[in-house]
Every structure is written in structure tokens, then in C-alpha cells.
Nanobody, 121 residues
Framework: QVQLVESGGGLVQSGGSLRLSCTSS????????MGWYRQAPGMGRELVAS???????NYADFVEGRFTISRDKAKNTLELQMNSLKSEDTAVYYC???????????????WGQGTQVTVSS
């Protein structure tokens, strides 16, 4: 069973920065897609950023150039550098890893337990 473990969350003032890391028990380059999602209190889980096996990255509109997703092959981690944080970025951030098969029934999705990010105004 693949395990994903997030770290790096915490409390930061508005305008500050945090760097989230996701450690995987499987080689991260074996995933077809990896990403960061977040869930604020009373809200649904939403995509923050994703990165495909080719390295192409996709960001939610609300990121507005403030976040950067990357993979570190040497550390076998997925990273999310978050700058210019706003109070509305407060949420639990989840790491996701997915493998895609020719038939969707064989797709696999793995999730971490989440790390809390709190931005004070």
C-alpha cells in the first residue's frame, strides 16, 4: 500500500511563505500525476496544483502565480512552495498521487493525511 505523508504546514502571517513536502513510500516518478489539494472548514476539497509525469504543471486560478509545485527526485518528495500567503489560503493541504491505466477501473488514487496551513491576517 502506497503511503503519502505531508509535512511543512503551520501558522504564518499574511504575506509569508511556507514550503510543503510530501514523502512517498513509492517512487514519485512512478505516479502519472501528483498534486496538492486543500480543504477549508465547511468547504469541499479543491485542487491547488498538479504535475504530470512529463513535468507539466497546472495551477488553480486562485494561485495567481504565488505557488510552485515541483518534484525532488533525490529526496523522492513532492513539494509546494507557497509565497504571498493570504488568510483565504487557510486550509488542510493534502498530497495526492495517481496512476492511470488504459481502463479507468484500474486507476489508483492515493492520499496523505493532510497538513494544516493557517494564515493569520
Amino acid at each position: 500500500q502506497v503511503q503519502l505523508v505531508e509535512s511543512g504546514g503551520g501558522l504564518v502571517q499574511s504575506g509569508g511563505s511556507l514550503r510543503l513536502s510530501c514523502t512517498s513510500s513509492a517512487r514519485i516518478f512512478n505516479f502519472d500525476v501528483m498534486g496538492w489539494y486543500r480543504q477549508a472548514p465547511g468547504m469541499g476539497r479543491e485542487l491547488v496544483a498538479s504535475i504530470g509525469s512529463s513535468g507539466s504543471a497546472n495551477y488553480a486560478d486562485f494561485v495567481e502565480g504565488r505557488f510552485t509545485i515541483s518534484r525532488d527526485k533525490a529526496k523522492n518528495t513532492l513539494e509546494l512552495q507557497m509565497n504571498s500567503l493570504k488568510s483565504e489560503d487557510t486550509a488542510v493541504y493534502y498530497c495526492h498521487g495517481g496512476t492511470r491505466a488504459l481502463s479507468p477501473k484500474y486507476d489508483r488514487n492515493y492520499w496523505g493525511q493532510g497538513t494544516q496551513v493557517t494564515v493569520s491576517s
